[in-house]
């Protein structure tokens, strides 16, 4: 069975930073890229950042390019995103999931919703 906990989020003022923290237990994590997306109330899933299975292949959405960053400790089977400069249409509940990378930099999320997610409130 597969177990999925994000953690990390909270609410900073616009500018601020924090590490958003996802352990996942009962999957191969070190056999997967996996990345993070993010829902507001009323809007659709964006999808924010996916790491290469050995954490040499990055990808970005352009929205968050040059102020996060996604990396992975396959040995502690853990997913990190470390999110700077942060402003408030960052606010949004985060979440891990499994993603594919693409040519171009481009990528997509499976969306298996395996986590609760984790809160981020930004206020300007």
């Known amino acids: 069975q597969v177990q999925v906990v994000e953690s990390g989020g909270g609410s900073v003022q616009a500018g601020g930073s924090l590490r958003l923290t996802c352990t996942v237990s009962g999957f191969s994590f070190g056999d997967y890229p996996m990345g993070w997306f993010r829902q507001a109330p009323g809007k659709e899933h964006e999808e924010v950042a996916c790491?290469?299975?050995?954490?040499?292949?990055?990808a970005y959405a352009e929205s968050v390019k040059g102020r996060f960053a996604i990396s992975r400790d396959n040995a502690k089977s853990t997913l990190y995103l470390q999110m700077n400069s942060l402003k408030s249409e960052d606010s949004a509940m985060y979440y891990c999931?499994?993603?594919?990378?693409?040519?171009?930099?481009?990528?997509?999320?499976?969306?298996?919703?395996w986590g609760q997610g984790t809160q981020v409130t930004v206020s300007s």
């Open positions: 999931d499994p993603c594919r990378l693409r040519p171009g930099g481009q990528f997509e999320m499976e969306f298996y919703n």
């Open positions: 790491i290469g299975r050995g954490g040499d292949k990055l």
